[in-house]
């Protein structure tokens, strides 16, 4: 079995536990040191089914460190499988005027999928900065929901990741497999010590 179809049944199976689509993104800072954060997997591009997506605001650090370097990986445990997932690639991001017409495009129609309360967050004042003193942010925190079918705000991007490595652990059955890419064409899969 591919690892496509691996994640999407590791996905699946996962389905009824609420932090099964959180993954843990690495980036490399400017300063070369590594950022690591959780971020939410969003689904799988329609026109590239092996390209993960996920969203940020675009004045979030790791879209920094993506302009330096566009290279990171995932690592996504799934607690009911016992299996992990580290997928690794470019990382592409979508902001608002992005040249491609589809990609433009995907970033809508991620917009209109996202729950109230995820689109609202990109309303909210610059990620990582300091904090006015609490009680004193006023409403900064309550403004209303953008809705599904007005235009993805400015600070929303679309993230793009495409893979080209996957290890992929399962820890039950003490197996793990390794897939890479190479010019645009999955290897085969090889099994090495878990």
């Known amino acids: 079995m591919a ?3 691996q994640l999407k049944k590791a996905i699946d199976k996962n389905r009824r536990v609420p932090y099964g689509r959180y993954v843990q993104l690495a980036t490399i800072k400017p300063n070369g040191r590594p950022a690591n954060r959780t971020i939410v997997f969003r689904g799988f591009m329609d ?6 997506t996920f969203c940020t605001d675009k004045r979030s650090s790791k879209v ?3 302009a330096q370097n566009p290279w990171g990986e995932v690592a996504w445990y799934f ?4 299996e992990q997932y580290r997928i690794s690639g470019k990382l592409i991001v979508v902001p608002e005027g992005h040249p491609d017409e589809e990609l433009r495009k995907a970033r809508q129609a991620l917009w209109s999928k996202m729950s109230p309360s995820a689109r609202v967050q990109f309303s909210w ?5 300091p904090r006015l003193a609490l009680g004193d942010d ?5 403004k209303p929901d953008p809705g599904p079918e007005s235009p993805a705000l400015p600070d929303f991007c ?5 893979p080209d490595e996957i290890d992929i652990v399962q820890l039950k059955q003490n197996r793990r497999m390794h897939y890479e890419k190479k010019e645009a064409v999955w290897t085969e899969m090889i099994e090495m010590n878990p």
């Open 47 to 52: 026109n590239e089914p092996d390209a993960l």
């Open 125 to 129: 004042p610059t990620p990582g900065m």
């Open 64 to 66: 920094t460190e993506l």
């Open 3 to 5: 690892w496509q179809q």
């Open 138 to 142: 006023g409403d900064i925190f309550e």
């Open 79 to 82: 607690t009911e499988t016992r």
């Open 158 to 162: 679309l993230v793009i990741l495409q």
